[in-house]
């Protein structure tokens, strides 16, 4: 079998020689699109009728000549010469992604995307952002804060990669126990429920209330029904430490979860439910096989800081 010989000249054109001919293709990208094509027969160990056969196909399925075969050398046709910018492109393209899948496979860069709530978001996460940030200091992250209700569908849509719920989440999603927050109640410094080591919902219901509440999941009001009880619901908000606040003010009480209270900046006692309440929080995905190569070592480092 005659063996053909791929080199380049000094204009980076793709010289073929066979049968003591030459035929040079301009180059496109790493030594042309079609000259790629002649330079993969020396890498990969094609035959000339293989590379040939290739290009043949090719013009075959886009029903076009690409290449003028002369005695004198081969040249790009008219078709081929409009055809050579794109090729460039997918070609610089292709590049492009190569280098960020690439980057990807090292964790040099990404892009994680969080949904949370507030005290996840002020008392969990910066630690863990901390530890991941001393291994992988590329990685980027985008941090949504809302309700339970949207978290849920921003992780549906695909507008975060995972997220930190109350549990149970919808039973489509993929969730993991991470831990129980007791509801404790808050009061202000010299409330006189202040003296008791451990309060009743039913004491609760006889002073103002500043209800924490937004969306479907209503943790705070679940806990006065099913004790068939309603409390005295002053003010309605979703902001922690708007609560704690006016708390502060003698404004009413609350029950708030433990976790965000932890280096309260205000001036409050905590105590808890003669009946103790809890919530479940967990994270929160579509699916743990599709998430980006950065999402999953995220996850990977959640694991281990909750001791999964």
Known sequence: MNQANVSHDKHDKTEWKSHGKSFKIPSLCDGGFFGKLYKSRQKLNYTQSAISRMISDLESEWHMSLLERRK??????????KLLPYAKELCEKQKALQMQVDALSGLESG???IGTFSSVATHRLPEILKIFGESYPNIEFEILLGDYTEIEDWIAEGRVDFGFLRLPARPEFEA????????????PENHFLAQKERVTVSELCTEPFILLEKG????IAGIFEKCGLAPRTRFTTWDDYAVMSMV???????????????????GIVTRSLDIPAYRSIGLVLRNRKTLSLAAKKFV?????????
Do not use: H, N, W
């Open 72 to 81: 004198t050398g081969v040249s790009l046709t008219s078709d081929g010469l």
């Open 111 to 113: 892009m994680v995307r």
């Open 176 to 187: 993991v126990f991470l831990e129980q927050d007791e509801f404790l109640v808050v009061l």
């Open 216 to 219: 479907a999941k209503a943790d």
């Open 248 to 266: 502060e003010k003698g404004l009413g009480i609350s029950i708030l979860p433990e976790l965000i209270l932890k280096r309260v900046p205000y």
């Open 300 to 308: 990977e480092y959640i694991d281990l800081y909750y001791g999964q």
